[in-house]
């Protein structure tokens, strides 16, 4: 009660989760709470192998969505770990698992992802994508090149995501903004996105797709 006092948004990662069988109880402990008082949930359902296997996720992730507003999750996190099925391909196959997972899980307000084409090691494509409201939003495909570090970036791509729900962003400038943070988060060494909400702007509204530096 104390910690999550004049909380609105508790953000939790999937890596958190993992740390200890202890830790996923007290997470989904506080999940129900927000819950019970109108907190919104954001989850990150990344996964680390060295951290636990597959099924032990997949177990944790079906105990956790029930208390999900916002969740960050792509294709491969709905074949391997919800078991979701499809026989579309491309947007169509990403729409189609959002769906389910909304189906679901229908106190899910939206899911978010990237899709990353590696071209070489320091030559990258992503592209953001964003579902609420039974409909599919897609960023540009941005073109990344001369990679300063890329560690970090699906970090950036949450926030922005985060900040442009706070903000009160539509869709499209929702992903397109979490995307450009993504984006240049590749040109900045270490795991963290130093750049201002400003200069992120900035980089959208120059209309540029392909990053060098």
């Given at each position: 009660e104390?910690?999550?006092?004049?909380?609105?948004?508790?953000?939790?990662?999937?890596?958190?989760?993992?740390?200890?069988?202890?830790?996923?109880?007290?997470i989904?402990?506080?999940?129900?709470?927000c819950?019970?008082?109108?907190?919104?949930?954001?989850?990150?359902?990344?996964?680390?192998?060295?951290?636990?296997?597959?099924?032990q996720?997949?177990?944790?992730?079906?105990?956790?969505?029930?208390?999900?507003?916002?969740?960050?999750?792509?294709?491969?996190?709905?074949?391997?770990?919800?078991?979701?099925?499809?026989?579309?391909?491309?947007?169509?196959?990403?729409?189609?698992?959002?769906?389910?997972?909304?189906?679901?899980y229908?106190?899910?307000?939206?899911?978010?992802?990237?899709?990353?084409?590696?071209?070489?090691?320091?030559?990258?494509?992503?592209?953001?994508?964003?579902?609420?409201?039974?409909?599919?939003?897609?960023?540009?495909?941005?073109?990344?090149?001369?990679?300063?570090?890329?560690?970090?970036?699906?970090?950036?791509?949450?926030s922005?995501?985060?900040?442009g729900?706070?903000?009160?962003?539509?869709?499209?400038?929702?992903?397109d903004?979490?995307?450009?943070?993504?984006?240049?988060?590749?040109?900045?060494?270490?795991?963290?996105?130093?750049?201002?909400?400003?200069?992120?702007?900035?980089?959208?509204?120059?209309?540029?797709?392909?990053?060098q530096?």
């Amino acid at each position: 009660e104390t910690v999550l006092k004049d909380i609105d948004l508790f953000i939790v990662s999937g890596i958190s989760v993992a740390l200890s069988k202890e830790l996923e109880d007290l997470i989904i402990e506080m999940m129900k709470y927000c819950q019970q008082h109108h907190i919104e949930v954001a989850y990150d359902m990344n996964y680390r192998a060295k951290l636990w296997t597959v099924e032990q996720a997949g177990a944790a992730f079906k105990k956790i969505l029930p208390y999900v507003t916002y969740l960050s999750a792509g294709r491969l996190d709905a074949q391997n770990f919800l078991k979701l099925k499809t026989s579309k391909t491309g947007l169509d196959a990403l729409k189609e698992y959002d769906e389910q997972i909304m189906t679901q899980y229908p106190q899910i307000k939206a899911i978010f992802s990237t899709e990353r084409t590696v071209l070489s090691s320091n030559h990258h494509q992503l592209t953001g994508y964003f579902y609420t409201a039974s409909q599919l939003y897609s960023s540009h495909c941005f073109d990344i090149e001369d990679i300063v570090d890329r560690i970090g970036s699906g970090d950036a791509f949450f926030s922005g995501i985060i900040h442009g729900i706070i903000h009160d962003f539509d869709a499209q400038h929702c992903v397109d903004y979490a995307t450009a943070s993504a984006v240049l988060k590749h040109s900045i060494e270490g795991d963290a996105q130093d750049m201002t909400v400003e200069e992120i702007e900035q980089f959208l509204n120059q209309g540029v797709r392909r990053v060098q530096r």
